[in-house]
């Protein structure tokens, strides 16, 4: 049988694992749920979240890939058959969905970077992103012609992609994360030195840190602590799975999760520091209090600090420039991580060359992306991101964790797994997290999103009814973002359904190894 792919060293791993982590996420949106969610008391559920959920699913997932040796859902397939396997190829084809609308967000960062040189969007950023920059569609649903100013750069980010996926995974991957994850953390720092010397950065740090106890008492806030870890981490949607079946024989999986897992909260520390302190500065500018100019998301990167960088003293060229480059290098290393799931698992299933799967699974995610790259293409990936997320990764890790703990009692299995190798040992905590405590969490999200969602009882603080996400027509919420989260599951199912080559079939007894 041929030798699977393995990391050069332990850092190799690591830092491709906090790359996958690291992402856009990170930056525009932790700093924002923090400071919703009580500001510095936000720390405690986040904390509790990241050590009763966070972590603990990720020494099961490194387990899972390094006990099995394989992809996702070569992994579930050696672990309980066919009974399994539809559940790693449900998470590749979340990961697929992903990767098609993050590369273009990866795009508008990189046309971004160069516009900060010049400040080209004057002083409407809002009608320059919407406009000049995505000629975006009067209607959902209407798609439009490809937009020039956007497909260009998104070809450059496809190219950079194939180029790392088809060097391998130690050639690849691992060399490319070597290079750009120093790099980010470099970029962002100066991106953070340079927003807390501004006047007013107190007071956004104020804002960011001050706690607010009383939120604690508020069961959604404990909810939002465990629903960003869960998103923030990589976890649940095959990735983590793919990266630990690279690892030697040898590895300390416990001690690769601790570090994986603070090493991304340290950084989205790093950017609420950098982000807040940004808005402060705005806020100080406007004579505003902070709470009018903090978002989240695209309007927080594309709008609102294009709109910083246009009030700042000085450098205002070269800090835009840097965070915008910290978004790309940010989204480079998350959506290589990305696509390796299905480029594994098609490797995996089909027995075809590595070279083989990466043009047919990245070309055809470079080919759907082009959706994502039209006049109405920010509207399909608004609604494609949110349920793909809410109905496919949070899905995914409740449906995971029950079967695992509680239909094919495998707990026990993995701890002896990943003690005989590691440092720090897990014990009865690490198994009352994932069979109880995750398993209620995620069950409570799930329950409340259907709600919302299904039952449209989501209401504004006049007692309204608002209805579909974002107040999408019904038409359009249907075909692009529940029909989106059930296309994951159907194709899993066929997928599933389709034999392994004798290659995968080889090993069996991968369970008294």
């Known amino acids: 049988m041929e030798q699977r792919s393995q990391w050069g060293t332990r850092a190799g791993f690591i830092l491709a694992a906090v790359g996958s982590a690291v992402g856009l996420g990170n930056i525009w949106r932790f700093p924002y749920v923090a400071y919703e969610n009580g500001g510095g008391a936000f720390f405690i559920p986040y904390l ?15 387990t899972i890939g390094h006990k099995y040796r394989g992809s996702a859902p ?14 790693g190829w449900w998470g590749i084809f979340v990961s697929f969905v992903i990767s098609t609308y993050y590369a273009v967000i990866i795009a508008w960062a990189m046309k971004y970077t160069i516009y900060s040189l010049t400040t080209a969007w004057g002083d409407d950023t809002g009608g320059f992103l919407f406009g000049s920059v995505l000629n975006l569609a009067d209607n959902p649903g209407e798609v439009g012609g490809l937009v020039p100013g956007v497909l260009i ?25 070597r290079i750009f994850i120093p790099t980010l953390v470099v970029v962002f720092l100066l991106v953070v030195i340079r927003a807390i010397t501004l006047d007013g950065a107190a007071l956004g740090l104020e804002a960011f840190f001050k706690p607010d106890l009383s939120k604690l008492a508020n069961s959604q806030v404990w909810v939002a602590a465990y629903g960003h870890i869960f998103f923030s981490l990589s976890i649940a949607f095959a990735i983590m799975i793919t990266y630990s079946s690279y690892l030697p024989k040898k590895s300390d999986i416990t001690n690769n999760a601790f570090i994986t897992g603070f090493a991304n909260s340290g950084f989205e520390l790093l950017a609420g520091i950098g982000v807040f302190a940004a808005l402060g500065f705005m806020a100080t500018q406007a004579g505003e209090p902070v709470s009018e100019v903090a978002s989240a998301g695209v309007g927080l990167a594309f709008v609102v600090f294009p709109k910083i960088i246009n009030e700042m003293p000085g450098m205002n060229g070269l800090f835009g420039a840097l965070f915008f480059l910290s978004l790309v290098l940010a989204g480079l290393t998350s959506l290589i991580s990305i696509c390796e799931t299905y480029i594994a698992g098609l490797s ?10 990466v043009i047919f699974g990245a070309g055809l995610a470079a080919i759907v992306s082009l959706l994502f790259a039209t006049r109405g293409g920010l509207y399909f990936l608004d609604a494609a991101d949110y349920f ?8 995914i890790g409740l449906v995971e964790v029950i ?7 495998k ?14 040992r897990v014990g009865m905590w690490w198994k009352i997290c994932l069979s109880v405590i995750t398993p209620i969490v995620l069950g409570y999200m799930m329950f409340d999103l259907l709600r919302i969602n299904i039952m449209k009882l989501h209401t504004d603080a006049d007692g309204n009814v608002i209805g579909n996400y974002e107040g999408y027509p019904d038409a359009f919420i249907m075909s692009s973002g529940w029909m989106v989260a059930l296309f994951a599951i159907v194709m899993a199912i066929i997928f599933t359904a389709l034999k392994w080559n004798r290659k995968a079939m080889d090993s069996t007894d991968f369970d008294n190894r």
């Open 48 to 62: 509790f979240a990241l050590l009763t959920a966070g972590i603990p699913i990720l020494i099961m997932e490194f």
């Open 388 to 395: 793909i997320n809410q109905f496919g990764v949070a899905a």
């Open 348 to 357: 995996d299933k089909f027995n075809i060359s590595r070279t083989k799967s």
């Open 411 to 424: 707990l026990g299995v993995f701890q002896n797994h990943a003690n005989e190798i590691s440092d720090i």
């Open 74 to 87: 070569l992994s579930f397939f050696r672990m309980k058959g066919k009974g399994a396997e539809w559940l």
């Open 153 to 177: 750069p998104l070809i450059l980010v496809w190219a950079i992609a194939f180029i790392i996926l088809l060097a391998g995974v130690k050639r690849g991957i691992e060399l490319a994360n």
């Open 403 to 409: 079967l695992i703990a509680w239909v094919f009692r």
